[in-house]
């Protein structure tokens, strides 16, 4: 299990569903947790996780053009030092 600082924790959350975008950020900025980034697309996800580290991603498994799954395996390869969870 990885252990976050919540106030200190740089969460991303990717989901084309803009309410359930929102819903998460709300639930985990109330929880004390964040910064909290979202992204509604693959490649505004991935230009974000290029252009930052993040301590957690979210990500719906369908999104469009590709997959969570896709998203998760191409962070990994941007960022090796990170530890992963599946």
Known sequence: MIDLNKDESRIL????????RLTFKTFLSREGYGPVTVASTFDEAL??????????IVSDIVLEGASGIDLLRRAKEVNRTARWSW
């Open 13 to 20: 959350v990717v989901d084309d569903e803009e309410s359930l």
């Open 47 to 56: 230009a974000l996780i290029e252009n930052n580290t993040f301590d957690l």
